[in-house]
């Protein structure tokens, strides 16, 4: 099955300091992104929806500077959580849609990536 | 907003016994939905997915059904073993949205 690669599982960094996050897809092309926010013990909540060469779309409340979106090809989106803050400590994931599938159908996810702002 | 809710946060089975994992979602336009599963610091795993135009629908071990009248979703797991003991979410598509997740059920099965 197709396979979405997410690096790094895991990050501790100061607070003030910069993360990327990114998540590729190995053997698929993924025109759309999805980045998801998860806090113990919640649900995934949809932060961005990344589209390969444009801009992306922001859910509601959530800080389109904080959370720097960039999917310059076909098959790598970042994730940057600028000037990070212990609150921004979380569980991110990415998912990826293969373009070769009907839109929504079989979703492809991360393993996630586990942020701690100190 | 919209959310996809589910029913139980906790379910605790015996090894061997049938899980039923309910979901009621919230957008009767919505016409995809998908049942994943999450182990703990992991991403969601894709279970089971079915097309609003259908009712049921079976994989290994597992079954979904869908009930639009009342918009309910449900996962059958049989045969339940100690593997499957996880976080579940259901998830629906609104058109032309993104994937929207339920607060997810945790399952726990005993040997």
């Known amino acids: 099955g197709a396979v979405v690669s997410q690096h790094p599982s895991w990050v501790i960094c100061k607070s003030g300091t910069s993360v990327k996050i990114e998540c590729r897809s190995l053997d698929f092309q993924a025109t759309t992104m999805f980045w998801y926010r998860q806090f113990p013990k919640q649900s995934l909540m949809l932060m961005a929806t990344?589209?390969?060469?444009?801009?992306?779309?922001?859910e509601q409340g959530v800080e389109k500077d904080k959370f720097l979106i960039n999917h310059a090809s076909l098959t790598l989106s970042t994730l940057t959580v600028t000037s990070a803050h212990p609150e921004d400590s979380s569980f991110y994931i990415c998912?990826?849609?293969?373009?070769?599938?009907?839109?929504?159908?079989?979703?492809?996810f991360g393993s996630g990536t586990q942020l701690s702002v100190l | 907003g919209e959310s996809v809710g589910l029913h139980l946060p906790t379910l605790s089975v015996q090894e061997g016994d049938n899980s039923i994992i309910n979901c009621a979602y919230s957008n009767s336009a919505s016409d995809y939905f998908i049942w994943y599963k999450q182990e703990s610091g992991k991403g969601p795993q894709f279970i089971i997915d079915?097309?609003?135009?259908?009712d049921k629908r079976q994989g290994q071990r597992v079954t979904v059904l869908l009930n639009k009248t009342v918009k309910h979703l449900s996962l059958q797991i049989a045969a339940t073993q100690p593997g499957d003991s996880a976080v579940y979410f259901c998830?629906?598509?609104?058109?032309?949205?993104?994937?929207?997740f339920g607060k997810g059920t945790t399952l726990s099965v005993s040997s």
């Open positions: 990344s589209n390969e060469g444009s801009k992306a779309t922001y």
């Open positions: 998912s990826a849609s293969d373009r070769t599938a009907s839109f929504g159908e079989k979703l492809f």
């Open positions: 079915i097309r609003s135009n259908m």
């Open positions: 998830a629906e598509i609104p058109p032309r949205r993104a994937l929207i």
